[in-house]
DNA sequence: GCAAATTAAATTGTGTACAATATAATCAAG
DNA sequence: CTTGATTATATTGTACACAATTTAATTTGC
């Protein structure tokens, strides 16, 4: 095998990029269904479990930044699915909650995770090897 | 461990799609110093093999459509880095060339792979696993 | 108690990403 | 040879993504 290490196909992130963005590509149909882009989709299921975050701590799960969550944000509180509100006790940060309409919204999502799994042509093993693998890039050791 | 499958912790995808922004972000500094994004450096490591191409070679290569490449190749060609012209055979295509100014910028590049390696806290064995668990994802099975 | 440092969001600017559409050139069927 | 389909690129519109900066609120040192 060509060992150039300015080959594309000799990278290790360009498969990563590629994939994640090929990934995400699968989940637009879905997505569409309801509503949601893949970035508000990964937003809505942090809310789905903390029910409400203030803006930063939603950033570090999600690995974004005010920049980007922002008008992410905005434009869910324009669907109903989430309200922002400056915490009281302190001016600085901004609480998100879920309303109901965007707790409901999760039953309407339950189906997607199985319907991407089937999209994605790798075995239960693999996908755990990967997943971990994945998460010691991010610094993160799951199991 | 928790079966949610609304669960971010238990998404495959996630930790694919956050751990390459993570990736891309690590070579931001390296990329600021020749002047590329990203999708400008690994769009520049298929000029750098193939020379030439056209638009649709070259996203099918990189899995990224005219509408991200045509600007994208537009501000290379601004920088002098490649050439863009018509094919007179058949004026469909815009043949995208690298120029010397483009092929001399490969030698500062050498180093990055290199240098991006040592942020990447993985083993070779890992890396290769890694890198083909991800094209098999992307359909394209490597060796 | 108050100036300096820190923290949290928002804003600004640049650059992807991609769906959908438009435009233009070429090809194919009859 | 011409109409209809196909192909290649460009354009438009929406939504990230993030660095850098700004604004405002809070905390910390002295």
Redesign the pocket.
Known sequence: MDTNPLKLENQLCFPL?AAS??V??KY?PLLDDIGL????YVTMMVLWEEKSS???ALGERL???????????K?LETSGLVT?KRES??????IISITDKGLKLKEKAACIPMKLATCIDITPEEAKTLYKLLYKILGQEKN
């Open positions: 990029y963005k090929e995400v590509k637009k882009t893949y970035t508000q203030n803006v930063t690995f974004l930044d005010s920049g980007t969550l922002t008008p992410l944000l434009r922002r006790a302190d001016e600085r940060n901004v």
